[in-house]
């Protein structure tokens, strides 16, 4: 039985003749989304040839709180993700599901709503990264109140996205309405979890996880960030968008649909491939490689079913630049759901995780993947929706080639930079010493390989301007078709139909399909967490690790807001090479007062695990100030506004009651004690830096820094003090 749903607002349908339904298709919201992505992703763009610029020319950091790459790399990641790639993930989305489903969108309020909320979310994140206002979570940098309205505004997209479904007039439901489903209902769920936090200010949380579980939650959700917010609605669009540009139809319905129900039920579970060889129980990073590596054979049945749509099609890809750029995105994904999996194998892991490599991976999914598919989708609706033709070819194939170069010269350097840092970070002379020993060294020697990134990156930016005039000069020859008539029948209420397969069937009833997607993710999420959450052992508790101090706190947080953990990680791994340049590799117990947790997941900088000790405290104070004079070559920018900042004491009490209701063991009432103590531990560090010469106040956010950075990795060590 078909449910039928009044609509909240008027759909424009009206009775035609021959028992035809007319309606009008909503071009307005898909033209909003496409504007935006544009924007967003020159900006994004440009935050991210910025932040390249700046890993070989530290002058480019600007020496201000608000441009330094700790700050940019995460406004880069937000801008390309939830802008570039979302805003135009929607305008394929509000495109596609009308015409498949033969009526327009169940509510234009709701789809607005969605909009301008979305484009809020983004403004609000353009504006507090740059400020330092992060969570520090990888791709999930955003604070509570941005978390909150991200929810609210994902809600209202996806009942609208599901009552559109359930007031369809077509009975078949597309396999691209398969994976809007799925991608709805996941991001929620993913979303949610990983955003639990306890507020202490307006700009200012703490996890609701520590150590080893923040980490796998946040990597449950990084993970399927990538699968479920840039691959499945991707995957989507390929399915609708790529068959229309070729005029073929999809190569096979059964291989989508067990592409669909695997690929789903997969990704979910393979998050702790990224956090191999770490703290995390042994049992859970075999569980995320072993689901990694399953997740070729899906992955590949969706790129095959692309590609093979185009089966006697192929001349006229040599002639379609639109096509051109499928047939690279889907390569593209192809190559990256390969490297993937290879990638979360812990031999090959071993030489990957903290290098370059990942980042060139990445960018190979970003880049071709999501960019081509979005540029190629763009070139098919312009010319649609403004009713005309595009306006030259032959500037899209600029773009085609500029983009394909762009590619090229950005990515290969990277896995030759990747594998350079690994093999010297391992290297070992016939005396048993690291050949070497200073970490700068890895650093210098791949600095002709970050200037090949950035110009490739220039390449592909200069692509997308050539775009931008292509696509405004088409739309300037035709005239925008706001509201595009089709009819079609009413879903018949009793329909006659012999001999439909099991999953046709499931297909008629949406509500059931989506509760079935959301079980399929589900499962994989409760299966890691529950154990990791009510297994004590998995995270053994040590008795010398203490909760940090009120000024080791401060210091962590500014550490956090200037986005130290861009480059630095703190996890050694059980390798001789890092336990030899590092110290003692790092337990599990050590990190169960971490909100969130840091361990990083890039080396541009070495590893600060054990840094606590290792030098003065005016080492630190004058590496801060100028990172060159500690360390010649150095490309880590200077941080002077932390020598005139002051520490907001005020908020001190209110981060230790945070604490407390996490479950950090600090004295009922210590929140009174608090500030005392820090303003204690603070002369004693300006003491230390005065006999070092050195005068600053102790108020000064920069021995704030000092007392954190003092701190880390001595909980061990005073362990092993003890047992002597």
């Given at each position: 039985m078909?449910?039928n749903?009044?609509?909240l607002?008027?759909?424009?349908?009206?009775?035609?003749s021959?028992?035809l339904?007319?309606?009008?298709?909503d071009?307005?919201?898909?033209k909003?989304?496409?504007?935006?992505?544009i924007i967003?992703?020159?900006?994004g763009?440009l935050?991210?040839?910025?932040?390249?610029?700046?890993?070989f020319?530290p002058?480019?950091?600007?020496d201000?709180?608000y441009?330094?790459?700790g700050?940019?790399r995460?406004?880069h990641?937000?801008?390309?993700i939830?802008?570039?790639?979302?805003?135009?993930?929607?305008?394929?989305?509000?495109?596609s599901?009308?015409r498949?489903?033969?009526?327009?969108m169940?509510?234009?309020f709701?789809?607005?709503?969605?909009f301008w909320?979305?484009?809020?979310?983004?403004?609000?994140a353009a504006?507090t990264?740059?400020?330092g206002?992060t969570?520090?979570?990888?791709?999930?940098?955003l604070?509570?109140?941005?978390d909150?309205?991200?929810a609210?505004?994902?809600?209202?997209?996806?009942?609208?996205?599901?009552?559109?479904?359930?007031?369809?007039?077509?009975r078949?439901?597309?396999v691209?309405?398969?994976?809007?489903?799925?991608t709805?209902?996941t991001?929620?769920l993913?979303?949610?979890?990983?955003?639990?936090?306890i507020p202490?200010?307006?700009f200012?949380?703490?996890?609701?996880?520590?150590?080893?579980?923040?980490?796998?939650?946040?990597?449950?959700y990084g993970?399927?960030?990538?699968?479920f917010?840039?691959?499945?609605?991707?995957?989507?669009l390929?399915?609708?968008?790529?068959p229309?540009?070729a005029?073929?139809?999809?190569?096979?319905?059964?291989?989508?649909?067990?592409?669909?129900?695997?690929?789903?039920?997969i990704?979910i579970?393979?998050?702790?491939h990224?956090?191999?060889y770490?703290s995390?129980?042994d049992?859970?990073?075999?569980?995320g490689?072993?689901?990694?590596i399953?997740?070729?054979?899906?992955?590949?049945g969706?790129?095959?079913?692309?590609?093979?749509?185009?089966?006697g099609?192929?001349?006229?890809?040599?002639?379609?630049?639109?096509?051109?750029?499928?047939?690279?995105?889907v390569?593209?994904?192809?190559?990256?759901?390969?490297?993937?999996?290879?990638?979360?194998?812990?031999n090959?892991?071993?030489?990957?995780?903290?290098?370059?490599w990942?980042?060139?991976?990445v960018?190979?999914?970003g880049?071709?993947?999501?960019?081509?598919?979005?540029f190629g989708?763009?070139?098919?609706?312009i010319?649609?929706?403004?009713?005309?033709?595009?306006?030259?070819?032959?500037?899209a194939?600029?773009?085609?080639?500029?983009?394909?170069?762009?590619?090229?010269?950005?990515?290969?350097?990277l896995?030759?930079?990747?594998?350079?840092?690994?093999?010297?970070?391992?290297e070992f002379?016939?005396?048993g010493f690291?050949s070497?020993?200073?970490f700068?060294?890895?650093?210098?020697?791949?600095?002709?390989m970050?200037?090949?990134?950035?110009?490739?990156?220039?390449?592909?930016?200069i692509?997308t301007?050539?775009?931008?005039y292509?696509l405004?000069?088409?739309?300037k020859?035709?005239t925008?078709?706001a509201?595009?008539?089709?009819e079609?029948p009413?879903l018949?209420?009793?329909p006659?139909?012999?001999?439909?397969?099991?999953?046709?069937?499931?297909?008629?009833?949406?509500v059931l399909?989506?509760?079935?997607?959301?079980?399929?993710?589900?499962?994989?999420?409760a299966?890691e967490?529950?154990?990791?959450?009510l297994?004590?052992s998995?995270?053994p508790?040590?008795a010398?690790?203490?909760?940090?101090?009120?000024?080791?706190?401060e210091?962590?947080?500014?550490?956090?807001?200037?986005?130290?953990?861009?480059?630095?990680?703190?996890?050694?791994?059980?390798?001789?090479?890092?336990?030899e340049?590092y110290?003692?590799?790092?337990?599990?117990?050590e990190?169960?007062?971490?909100h969130?947790?840091?361990?990083g997941s890039?080396?541009?900088?070495?590893?600060?695990?054990?840094?606590?000790?290792?030098?003065?405290?005016s080492?630190?104070?004058?590496?801060?100030?100028?990172?060159?004079?500690?360390?010649?070559?150095s490309?880590?920018?200077?941080?002077?506004?932390?020598?005139?900042?002051?520490?907001?004491?005020?908020?001190?009490p209110?981060?230790?009651r945070a604490m407390?209701t996490?479950?950090?063991?600090?004295?009922?009432?210590?929140?009174?004690?608090?500030?005392?103590?820090?303003e204690a531990?603070?002369?004693q560090i300006?003491?230390?830096?005065?006999?070092a010469?050195?005068?600053v106040?102790?108020?000064?956010e920069?021995v704030?820094?000092i007392?954190?950075?003092?701190?880390?990795g001595?909980?061990?060590?005073?362990?092993?003090?003890?047992?002597?």
């Amino acid at each position: 039985m078909r449910l039928n749903f009044k609509p909240l607002f008027s759909s424009d349908t009206s009775q035609s003749s021959g028992g035809l339904e007319g309606f009008y298709y909503d071009n307005k919201i898909v033209k909003a989304f496409i504007i935006v992505t544009i924007i967003f992703g020159v900006v994004g763009m440009l935050a991210g040839l910025t932040a390249a610029t700046q890993l070989f020319w530290p002058a480019a950091n600007m020496d201000l709180p608000y441009t330094t790459f700790g700050r940019v790399r995460p406004l880069h990641t937000n801008a390309i993700i939830f802008a570039f790639v979302g805003n135009g993930m929607f305008a394929g989305i509000y495109y596609s599901t009308q015409r498949l489903l033969k009526t327009p969108m169940y509510s234009s309020f709701m789809s607005w709503f969605h909009f301008w909320g979305w484009q809020l979310i983004i403004l609000s994140a353009a504006i507090t990264l740059p400020l330092g206002f992060t969570t520090s979570k990888e791709y999930a940098e955003l604070e509570w109140p941005i978390d909150i309205a991200i929810a609210v505004v994902w809600v209202v997209f996806t009942l609208n996205l599901i009552l559109t479904i359930v007031k369809r007039r077509e009975r078949h439901m597309y396999v691209a309405i398969w994976f809007y489903i799925a991608t709805a209902v996941t991001i929620a769920l993913l979303h949610v979890v990983n955003s639990l936090e306890i507020p202490v200010t307006a700009f200012k949380s703490y996890s609701a996880f520590a150590g080893v579980q923040d980490a796998l939650v946040q990597w449950w959700y990084g993970h399927n960030a990538v699968a479920f917010f840039l691959t499945t609605p991707i995957l989507g669009l390929m399915y609708y968008f790529l068959p229309k540009a070729a005029n073929r139809p999809v190569y096979s319905y059964k291989l989508s649909i067990i592409h669909f129900w695997s690929l789903i039920f997969i990704y979910i579970w393979a998050g702790p491939h990224h956090l191999l060889y770490t703290s995390l129980p042994d049992w859970a990073q075999s569980l995320g490689t072993v689901f990694s590596i399953m997740l070729i054979a899906p992955s590949w049945g969706g790129m095959l079913n692309g590609l093979l749509t185009l089966r006697g099609a192929w001349d006229r890809v040599r002639e379609n630049p639109v096509l051109k750029f499928f047939v690279v995105a889907v390569t593209c994904y192809g190559m990256s759901t390969f490297e993937g999996p290879m990638l979360s194998l812990k031999n090959v892991n071993a030489i990957s995780h903290y290098t370059d490599w990942t980042i060139a991976h990445v960018h190979i999914g970003g880049l071709g993947w999501n960019g081509f598919m979005t540029f190629g989708m763009f070139y098919y609706l312009i010319p649609k929706m403004w009713k005309t033709n595009l306006y030259s070819t032959k500037l899209a194939n600029m773009h085609f080639w500029l983009g394909t170069l762009g590619i090229i010269f950005y990515a290969l350097p990277l896995y030759w930079a990747g594998f350079t840092q690994s093999l010297m970070w391992k290297e070992f002379t016939n005396d048993g010493f690291l050949s070497y020993p200073n970490f700068l060294e890895t650093v210098t020697q791949i600095l002709p390989m970050y200037m090949s990134r950035a110009f490739g990156g220039t390449l592909y930016l200069i692509g997308t301007f050539v775009m931008i005039y292509n696509l405004i000069k088409t739309a300037k020859t035709g005239t925008f078709l706001a509201k595009e008539y089709d009819e079609a029948p009413a879903l018949s209420k009793n329909p006659n139909i012999v001999g439909e397969g099991w999953h046709s069937v499931l297909e008629r009833k949406p509500v059931l399909f989506t509760v079935l997607a959301f079980v399929a993710v589900f499962i994989g999420g409760a299966i890691e967490f529950l154990p990791t959450w009510l297994i004590e052992s998995n995270v053994p508790t040590i008795a010398s690790v203490k909760p940090y101090t009120p000024l080791e706190l401060e210091g962590r947080d500014i550490y956090i807001r200037e986005g130290c953990n861009n480059c630095h990680s703190q996890m050694i791994r059980p390798f001789r090479s890092e336990t030899e340049r590092y110290g003692e590799y790092s337990k599990a117990g050590e990190f169960v007062y971490d909100h969130p947790f840091l361990w990083g997941s890039k080396r541009t900088g070495p590893d600060l695990h054990r840094e606590g000790t290792k030098y003065p405290d005016s080492w630190h104070y004058n590496h801060m100030l100028d990172p060159t004079t500690m360390s010649p070559g150095s490309i880590m920018p200077a941080y002077p506004w932390l020598f005139d900042d002051e520490v907001n004491k005020e908020v001190t009490p209110k981060k230790i009651r945070a604490m407390q209701t996490l479950g950090v063991p600090y004295e009922e009432g210590y929140d009174q004690q608090a500030v005392a103590d820090l303003e204690a531990q603070a002369e004693q560090i300006s003491k230390n830096l005065q006999d070092a010469k050195i005068k600053v106040d102790k108020n000064k956010e920069i021995v704030a820094l000092i007392a954190y950075l003092q701190r880390l990795g001595t909980d061990i060590k005073n362990e092993q003090s003890a047992m002597k």
